[in-house]
């Protein structure tokens, strides 16, 4: 069995390598027409950053693993291709700001059936909107020359998270794989059940239709962003009334009906998943003329954007009604710990709100580049998931400079704001970055993971995300 995949991001890659581990006996070649991004597999220095992937990638790559920019050779001899393309939101048109741009996926369908000579299982690995798999089935029938050739459609959502993708692809809750209820679909969902039961136990491959497959993935999104912006919507409940969101959090997450997953209060969720995706879900029920199920799930997104708001005015109220030439050290541009992925993060429109105001923000994140971090902050909304977009002319934003450490940030800066929740910064010598910063010095912990009684005890002014207000901020509050 020969298996290949187009596209070579988070999703692709990682779990390529997966099954290239476990099934030493298919040969998995993941394909992508971004030269540089190849390149950057076939070497030490992989395109993402992932725990623990390297060490899987060494393993069988150039041994059943390999990655190539010959689409068409290795797509053309392949038995299951699986698509990971993007999946963008639309930012013009019809839709636009909410459905998800399908150019990719129908660029990767006349590929496969341009090259095939054989019968293939095509793989929607994406997240991809209900029913693209009908859609696909017709551009795969009409552009394939070949009458003899049969192409059975497969929806096989990733649950994977990163920062923990490597473990959750080895031990995952489920696997789900959807497929159309007939001799030939049930025969590939079972050709595509018996590569992953090599290492997963069947009782964990679950299968459905295609429609219940593709609607699930955008399910679980939802109701993760959902549990993500309900506990930050306490949060600022919280602040008003002098309760902890973190004792809040953990009352309730002592509930076994609610348990104690996805109830960190923070600045706000990122990632290229969770907005996407209940947007899409949105036009998806608007489109068949659910605008009151459409509304409910807005309202988690708004959430979210409050929530990113409601930290940059807490900064500004705090520090006098003015952040203008004040230089702001940011701790984690990545919208998570353990990964350089910057899509989505809250600290995009963070930096870009205190900016606004006229302040000077000096980032710092252990895993994400001067020059990813200077592409976030001059891209439109929307055009950070497109693959070659570039800079607007204001690319060296004046007010954004990027250090190589944590010190340089703090140093001279008149506060610290944490955004991503990075292990290493709770172990700085916040002592030390204090003697250098500008009186008074203020900390803004978006993630709550710093010691808040020692740094108040050092003389810093606090504010953490969800607790009882600090007496020199509630002046201002009066």
């Not at 029920?285 to 807005?298: H, I, M, P, R, T």
Request: proline share 4%.
């Amino acid at each position: 069995m020969k298996i290949a995949c187009i596209g070579a991001g988070y999703v692709g890659g990682p779990t390529m390598a997966m099954v290239a581990l476990h099934c030493p006996e298919i040969e998995v070649v993941v394909v992508d027409i971004n030269e540089e991004r190849i390149k950057a597999w076939n070497s030490d220095k992989l395109p993402i950053y992932e725990p623990g992937l390297l060490e899987v990638v060494k393993e069988c790559r150039g041994r059943n693993l390999f990655f190539s920019t010959d689409t068409k050779k290795h797509v053309g001899e392949a038995d299951i291709v699986f698509v990971s393309v993007n999946t963008p939101t639309k930012t013009t048109g019809i839709g636009a700001g909410k459905a998800a741009d399908l150019t990719y996926w129908e660029g990767a369908a006349r590929l496969i059936a341009s090259v095939s000579t054989s019968s293939k299982i095509v793989v929607e690995k994406s997240t991809v909107p209900v029913k693209t798999a009908e859609a696909i089935g017709k551009v795969l029938k009409r552009n394939c020359q070949d009458p003899n050739v049969q192409f059975e459609i497969l929806s096989n959502p990733e649950f994977l998270a990163e920062g923990t993708a490597i473990e959750d692809l080895r031990h995952p809750d489920r696997v789900l794989i959807g497929g159309s209820d007939t001799e030939s679909g049930r025969k590939a969902i079972e050709s595509l059940a018996s590569v992953y039961a090599h290492w997963i136990p069947r009782e964990r491959i679950l299968t459905a239709n295609l429609w219940s497959a593709e609607l699930a993935k955008l399910t679980a999104n939802a109701f993760l962003a959902q549990r993500i912006s309900s506990i930050n919507a306490i949060s600022a409940l919280c602040e008003a009334t002098g309760a902890d969101v973190q004792q809040v959090a953990h009352a309730i997450g002592t509930d076994s009906r609610i348990g104690p997953k996805f109830l960190n209060a923070s600045v706000g969720f990122g990632g290229s998943c969770f907005q996407k995706d209940i947007l899409n879900l949105c036009y998806v029920c608007e489109s068949v003329g659910l605008k009151e199920v459409a509304e409910y799930w807005y309202q988690v997104v708004s959430m979210n954007d409050y929530q990113k708001q409601r930290f940059v005015e807490r900064v500004i109220s705090a520090m006098f009604n003015t952040v203008s030439k004040k230089k702001i050290a940011i701790f984690g541009f990545a919208f998570k710990k353990d990964t350089g992925d910057t899509r989505e993060t809250p600290a995009v429109d963070v930096c870009k709100g205190l900016i606004r105001d006229g302040a000077k923000v000096c980032v710092y994140d252990p895993e994400v580049t001067a020059e990813q971090i200077f592409r976030d902050l001059s891209a439109p909304k929307f055009e950070w998931d497109r693959p070659n977009y570039s800079r607007s002319a204001s690319h060296m934003l004046e007010n954004v400079q990027v250090v190589q450490d944590a010190d340089a940030a703090a140093e001279g800066a008149h506060a610290i704001c944490v955004l991503t929740e990075w292990d290493a910064f709770k172990t700085y010598d916040y002592q030390a970055m204090y003697d250098k910063m500008t009186k008074p010095a203020f900390i803004f912990d978006g993630r709550n993971i710093l010691d808040h009684a020692k740094l108040r005890e050092i003389g810093f002014i606090v504010y953490a995300l969800g607790k009882p207000l600090d007496a020199f901020l509630q002046k201002n509050y009066a």
